[in-house]
């Protein structure tokens, strides 16, 4: 996690202060491939790979006040056991467009666009990212996702790209330092 | 997915521009490795893992009227699962040979050669990739394949190199700005 | 595996010949993602991935004499039979915080803070690593952690990181010669 | 796969040129990660990962009448599905000593250690390699194990390595060009 060695610029550093809610994609964001195990009967279960230190991120968060959620096309019973592990407040799956829900997470949450930060890596994250006061684009984003960024981790998705935008967040406004010895396993 | 970046030369394109169909191996090109998880009863099923910028563009390929295939010597409900969620209309399973299915599909889809693209990494797509009108090696096909390929991904195979054959196309076609737009998740 | 190529420097050396207990974290350490398997009842099964030549040095460990333990915030049927497998004797799943399972194991063992060697990744592991004698770092730990570490090894965390740990503390203690013709599949 | 790209030195052919009998370890050389699935009950089923390319060269090897074996120390349906598969024809897993099988395999086989050839990437192959005709160790094998090797594969384990060994071994047999056509998925 050698990622938030280099430091932000300040126009993101001023953007990231505003963040009270960070939301995100799943598949190629927090998670890495689309695994499915083929059932004896036709169908097939789908299995999830998460990088620990993105669920150690998304737990700080929390810890640090702010709310998070997930907007993705799939849908698994491994993400919704995962998210609750990590605390995350709202979860939208089986979207096929993004807006809507994020909409209604805007309303559910009380906040307005310039504090939320979305960490995406695909087309379909566009119309997000250009409304959102921080858009972050994983490593090995689509090239037009990178051009919308505000910020690029130095992370692949679901390799620690969460985790870095959790750090770039609580950094800016002053509250990383602290958790550091709050963490919990 | 810095794999577009640069531009793929003329001839290349020129070829792309008359694709109407898109024919794929899938272990080693489409995904990664062959996974089995042992069962109690001394069989094994097959877990495939695929890379969500692939699952995009064919879903994008769809919306953009390119039809798509598989063709590939294993067979798991795993693939057929995912075939279906990205639209594929030709999958061909438990090939030992890939010509005699790759015939079949030029007919029920009534286009010729030129009109074809496939997508390998291995000896047994050889015979297919001398016949269309754009073979393309993924970047760690075996030497042989990326000898007769008219173009080489830059992504590895199961990492995005059927997207980048789709961006390939769609751009070539002049169809890919348009689409941006209407990706869904 | 050439993490060892170079040699550790001489205070490395000299902390690893006290070492008489290994003990380390799991997710990001000796296993690299969360893998999660969806269930048709809404529940997830737990997958976790090993290195090889991890297993083949904590079994190595044992044949030496030194103990061996772990401590993990998440619990897995599958953490459990690898322990087994590899002998490990203390294993702590389901820990919160780290420090008071430290203690007890401390207390079992009958060792104290310079006899242990812990192998960490993320914040959780920082109270353990700053009390014991030789506190190792994943080469893909977090700043804070490789900070407050006496080594970082070459190997990322699940993939060949521990091995790498068992090596410096048994060539420190002239007993890696004599191991290598002993090893077991 | 270009690892084949440059030519090993001739006493590597000379020795490659005699293989009848391909042996190899499993975990680390074949298959790269040790994964265990947890059960409700606390025991755990094992998944394992092949590269499609080393599948295709176990195939291709046993069409130019080379004859290919595993010796393991794990035991898994999933190794003896894949086993099948590939027409590998000795199969010894559970085996914490690799030499008793080796020569039980000697014997089986009717053939001397120079006609063999074995690909390793630990402690527990050593013995083993110190004996047949051409000892290979993956890219990433231990140190030990890479000094008493005749050649380094540029793969890494479960990645490729057997494939690489495959191809050195046809290739100086002269049979590579010839099966190039005949491969098959």
Redesign the interface.
């Known amino acids: ?2 990622p ?2 280099s430091k932000p610029p300040a126009s993101v550093a001023q953007r990231a202060k505003r963040i009270q809610l960070l939301l995100m ?1 799943v ?2 964001t927090l998670s ?22 993105d ?2 991120g998304l737990a ?1 968060a929390c810890l640090a006040g702010i709310r998070t959620g997930m ?4 849908e ?3 993400l ?3 998210a609750r592990e990590m605390h995350v407040e709202f979860v939208y799956q089986k ?4 807006l809507p829900p994020y909409e209604e997470i805007l309303g559910r949450a009380g906040v307005d666009d310039r504090a939320v930060a979305y960490v995406g ?6 119309p997000v990212m250009q409304r959102v006061g921080l858009a972050v684009a994983v490593n ?5 996702v990178k051009r919308v960024a505000h910020y690029i981790t130095r992370a692949r ?1 679901g390799e ?1 790209a969460v985790r870095e935008a959790v750090e770039l967040i609580l950094k800016a406004q002053g509250k990383w330092r602290e958790l ?2 709050r ?3």
């Open positions: 996690m050698s938030t060695a994609d598949d190629g890495r491939g689309v695994c499915l195990l083929s059932q004896p009967n036709g169908a097939a279960l789908e299995m999830k790979v998460f990088h620990p230190h669920g150690a700080l907007i993705t096309g799939r698994s019973a491994a919704t056991v995962r979207q096929a467009l993004k890596d695909d087309l379909p994250d566009l090995d984003a689509a090239p037009e998705g620690g550091v010895g963490a919990r396993a």
